[in-house]
């Protein structure tokens, strides 16, 4: 029976595919006693549920190959056994036959009898066996309580699958996709939250905090997720399924219009040019950002090299990346980010504080870089030595104050001088810039400018700073919002900042590539965009639509307003 799931809209899109929870569904026991006459068709569904099962896992070991064989084929036969316990499906049958259990509370009960079996045993391998019987179960129960009809089948076994869960983890969904994940669908979580904004860069449907997600879904559900609507639907029908292939159609047409964009020039409707810089980490991003037509790079991350890392990545494994970036934008400008790690980014090397009470608010960033200068020095000579091959401009990251630069300074001086004694060639210029994602850092930011070259507005860091919540808390969805009054004017504030000191401001955080917000940032006077390379030709043509001096003229209004819904009513108005 058709079913709406309603969810916050995270990744635009929409995908058809089989539901594939990543854990078994909670599921709710039957308990109301079979009448005779039901008894004979219960045992069928159960019986049914459990060839499903066995045939599952029949299919899984097929699959199956190389190492990965050897390791799981072990837990795989152990399930296949269980399967057809003699104990096991005899004690099912007398449940259903005799004790009038339903097939639900028949298996629950068989699962509780054989738990306290294992428990009981004085070995612990053996006891530790009660998890197959708990994944058994749970496995017979997904089968038992699937409700697919012939045809929903005929259309699963033809497409791919859907992650259904309660919360995903970035590392996790970036290998999933690899592997032709087509949509995410969590029970929590936040349109905000890093998983969230990877899901945006990947180009993957995304919805969060569907609340009744785990318990309302089974594995191989057929689920059409449209998180264009903000909804997934379990067992559609042929009308949201007809309504899939127009957008489908209407998305490849739209594909094809953004296309042509690709080496266009950037302006608004009043012919004001405006910069789209691209946000990158790695070859593909930087491939793709030259293929959209990106006007440089705004903000290189170096932190994969050491997340990456067992040790510390030598000075020439940091040179050769740093100046590959430089050659792969083919003599545009690059700005490279020093390292960032710290709060929700554990290197493998060790250099990252464990135990810290509040990591977000801890050595991290350029505090960290500070305090190992070695191997902060190491980086430095890297980024100096890949200079020579391009235009480069070095990012410092979780700025405070004023004596950060100026030690970051003193330190790339000294590089310079080490590295002019061995001979090796170095850039007339390295302009640095400092990051603004403190609020210390956005409020005295006049201070901050007679040190830096150029600024970076790192949205996603100062929002949950200014407003005092973690973006990825889904219950903080109505005060993590980029538009909120207070953060609308600490951005106009520090843009106003670097224009009156003749100084580039661009913005980096995760708004600078959503369209909703062009309008906003544009009205505040940003002319600086930078985003992941997936979103250049969507902003382009956004800011096509747009004009720049009326939105410049509302930008009074915009900055008086006292709630973020009213910044939301005059950005209708205005866009």
Request: proline share 4%.
């Amino acid at each position: 029976m058709r079913h709406v799931l309603p969810g916050t809209l995270a990744s635009r899109g929409m995908a058809l595919g089989r539901a594939r929870l990543v854990r078994p569904s909670r599921y709710a026991v039957d308990n109301r006693p079979l009448a005779e006459d039901e008894v004979e068709a219960e045992l069928e569904q159960l019986h049914r549920a459990l060839d499903t099962a066995r045939l599952e896992l029949r299919e899984l070991r097929g699959k199956l190959h190389g190492a990965l064989a050897r390791e799981v084929n072990e837990f795989i036969d152990a399930h296949s056994l269980l399967l057809d316990d003699a104990e096991l499906l005899r004690g099912l049958d007398d449940l259903v036959k005799i004790g009038h259990y339903r097939a639900g509370a028949a298996l629950k009960k068989q699962r509780d009898r054989l738990a306290a079996v294992f428990e009981a045993m004085d070995d612990p391998y053996l006891r530790s066996r009660k998890e197959d019987i708990d994944q058994v179960i749970a496995r017979v129960v997904s089968a038992l309580q699937r409700h697919t009809t012939p045809e929903e089948r005929k259309i699963a076994a033809r497409v791919g699958e859907i992650l259904i869960a309660d919360t995903i983890a970035p590392a996790d969904m970036a290998q999933l996709a690899g592997n032709g994940l087509l949509g995410a669908v969590t029970s929590s979580g936040s349109a905000y939250s890093h998983s969230a904004i990877l899901a945006r860069s990947l180009g993957l449907p995304m919805l969060v905090g569907a609340r009744e997600a785990l318990s309302l879904l089974h594995d191989d559900d057929l689920i059409l997720l449209d998180a264009e609507r903000g909804e997934a639907i379990v067992h559609p029908t042929a009308q949201d399924l007809a309504r899939y292939r127009a957008w489908q159609r209407e998305a490849a047409a739209e594909g094809r219009r953004l296309a042509t964009l690709a080496n266009a020039a950037t302006r608004t409707r009043d012919d004001v040019a405006i910069r789209l810089l691209a946000n990158a980490e790695t070859p593909a991003d930087v491939a793709l950002a030259r293929t959209r037509g990106a006007d440089g790079v705004g903000l290189y991350r170096t932190e994969f090299l050491f997340l990456r890392h067992k040790g510390l990545p030598s000075e020439d494994e940091q040179f050769i990346a740093y100046r590959d970036l430089v050659l792969g934008m083919g003599g545009l400008p690059v700005t490279i980010r020093t390292l960032d790690l710290g709060a929700d980014k554990a290197d493998a090397a060790g250099l990252v504080m464990r135990g810290e009470d509040n990591p977000a608010l801890g050595v991290r960033g350029v505090r960290l870089s500070l305090r190992y200068p070695a191997v902060f020095t190491t980086q430095i000579r890297a980024i100096l030595r890949a200079a020579c091959y391009g235009p480069v401009r070095v990012l410092v990251p979780m700025v405070t104050q004023p004596d950060e630069l100026i030690a970051v300074r003193t330190l790339f001086k000294l590089a310079r001088q080490d590295l002019k004694r061995e001979n090796i060639d170095l850039p007339e210029k390295l302009p640095l810039g400092a990051m603004i994602e403190v609020p210390a850092a956005a409020i005295n930011v006049r201070s901050l400018l007679e040190h830096a070259d150029f600024l970076a507005i790192g949205t996603n860091d100062l929002a949950q700073y200014v407003l005092a919540a973690d973006r990825g808390n889904d219950a903080l969805d109505n005060i993590y919002t980029p538009l909120q009054p207070a953060l609308l004017r600490l951005l106009s504030h520090v843009i106003g900042a670097g224009r009156r000191a003749k100084k580039p401001v661009s913005l980096c955080g995760e708004i600078g590539g959503d369209v909703n917000f062009t309008a906003m940032l544009l009205a505040l006077g940003l002319t600086e965009f930078s985003m992941h390379p997936s979103q250049l030709l969507l902003v382009r043509d956004r800011l096509a639509t747009l004009d720049h001096a009326t939105l410049r003229n509302h930008a009074t209004r915009l900055l008086r307003a006292t709630t973020h819904e009213h910044v939301a009513e005059l950005l209708a108005q205005f866009g």
